[in-house]
């Protein structure tokens, strides 16, 4: 069954403790991972797309990686404004198209 | 930068009710999505469009429709409201070409019903 975990559910960092959140997925021929970040009552802000392993990109504090059964999101030096859910999601075919299965999330606390 | 805004923020219906929510996108787009997210469950696809007048069922579609006369507006229709259906409702859209296409999202409809 395809499915896509997150872990952990929830991460408390204080300011500047560089750390990563993880999702593992299960789903027959990726056809894009993606990463997305929301904050409370918003939708979810676009980040990063993964295509195939061993792919890397960054954005600032984050950077993103790829291996055939996970992908990471290193958070480096975090700021309490990198407080947010971030959200992971796989294509999938099913039905004759392609859709998105998302994890439930890492919510992501960074105090000073 | 895309740009895809939803009707209302914030929605108060009684049971019943007929209730619409409206997506548009300014990047013409020909893929539009509606997904609802509940703490616990993520979130699920309720109707995609790929085309305008074109739709598809995704993975909870009972109790709603949608509709998607122009291109850059898709609909979701709540044609008797129930209390099952307070959530947060997102709209999505992507490019084109290919469903894989990355999709951006609008601010969401945080819906009530009482």
């Known amino acids: 069954e395809d499915q896509v975990t997150q872990s952990p559910e929830a991460l408390r960092l204080q300011e500047g403790e560089s750390s990563s959140l993880n999702c593992s997925y299960t789903?027959?021929?990726?056809?894009?991972l993606f990463w997305y970040r929301q904050d409370p009552g918003k939708g979810p802000e676009f980040l990063f797309t993964?295509?195939?392993a061993g792919e890397e990109k960054e954005k600032e504090r984050l950077k993103a990686t790829l291996t055939k059964k996970e992908s990471f999101l290193h958070i480096t030096a975090p700021k309490p404004e990198d407080s947010a859910t971030y959200l992971c999601?796989?294509?999938?075919?099913?039905?004759?198209?392609?859709?998105?299965?998302f994890g439930a999330g890492t919510r992501l606390a960074v105090h000073p | 930068d895309v740009k895809v805004t939803q009707s209302s923020r914030y929605l108060v219906k009684r049971t019943g009710e007929k209730v619409f929510l409206e997506c548009v996108q300014d990047?013409?787009?020909?893929?539009m999505f509606w997904y609802r997210q509940d703490p616990g469950l993520g979130l699920r696809l309720i109707y995609f469009?790929?085309?305008?007048?074109?739709?598809e069922k995704g993975d909870i579609p009972e109790g709603y429709s949608v509709s998607r006369e122009k291109k850059e507006r898709f609909s979701l229709i709540l044609e008797s409201a129930s209390t099952n259906q307070t959530s947060m409702y997102l709209c999505a859209s992507s490019k084109g070409g290919s469903l894989t296409d990355t999709q951006y999202f609008g601010p969401g409809t945080r819906l009530t019903v009482l």
């Open positions: 993964l295509y195939s």
């Open positions: 789903v027959s021929g990726l056809r894009g």
């Open positions: 999601a796989v294509h999938r075919f099913s039905g004759g198209y392609n859709k998105l299965i």
């Open positions: 990047m013409d787009h020909e893929n």
């Open positions: 469009s790929y085309d305008v007048k074109m739709k």
